[in-house]
């Protein structure tokens, strides 16, 4: 393949205070040319791009602003978190106090009715009546889940 002279389009002038990689040019081998390409193939000769320097001064370089991006990247995104926690305390103090005044509310509505216990088991319920007809330690209930019996068709 040779180069056909497209990817003059694509040229990328050199950036001031910052690598060419880093700010996200891309070499071609053929073409001898650094464009602004996102692909990994050249668009002219179909080459692929370089995205790395190959001297071992220049990718120290690279690998230093990488990191420093990510460490401005972090510091950011741990800033919004940090804002996103005081709204959601404050959002969740307003509903705690919401929330309080309704359990206020319903305690005293709980404490009108009363539990009573179960004459078999002994649990508190505050409806026993219901509780002691399927209660599972009364007599009568036992007795007639014995003398049930089941059919079962072949």
Same mark, same amino acid.
């Given at each position: 393949m040779t180069c056909k002279g497209i990817? $003059?389009?694509y040229k990328a002038q050199k950036p001031v205070?910052?690598?060419?990689? @880093?700010?996200?040019?891309?070499?071609?081998? !053929?073409c001898e040319i650094f464009i602004k390409w996102e692909g990994l193939w050249c668009p002219?000769?179909?080459?692929?791009?370089?995205?790395?320097p190959r001297n071992l *001064?220049? *990718?120290a370089k690279l690998r230093a602003r990488v990191e420093a991006d990510s460490m401005e990247a972090a510091a950011a995104t741990e800033i919004e978190s940090e804002v996103q926690e $005081?709204? $959601?305390? @404050?959002?969740?103090?307003? *509903?705690?106090k919401t929330a309080k005044s309704k359990i206020?509310?319903?305690?005293?509505?709980t404490k009108t009715k009363e539990k009573t216990p179960c004459k078999h088991c002994e649990k508190l319920f505050v409806y026993?009546? *219901?509780?002691?007809?399927?209660?599972?330690?009364n007599p009568e209930v036992v007795s007639s889940q014995k003398t049930e019996? !089941?059919? !079962?068709k072949a």
């Open positions: 990817c $003059v389009r205070g910052t690598g060419r990689y @880093a700010s996200g040019q891309r070499r071609c081998q !053929i002219c000769c179909g080459y692929r791009l370089r995205t790395k *001064k220049y *990718k $005081v709204t $959601v305390k @404050a959002k969740s103090k307003s *509903k705690a206020a509310k319903s305690k005293t509505a026993p009546d *219901k509780h002691e007809k399927n209660c599972k330690k019996s !089941i059919a !079962i």
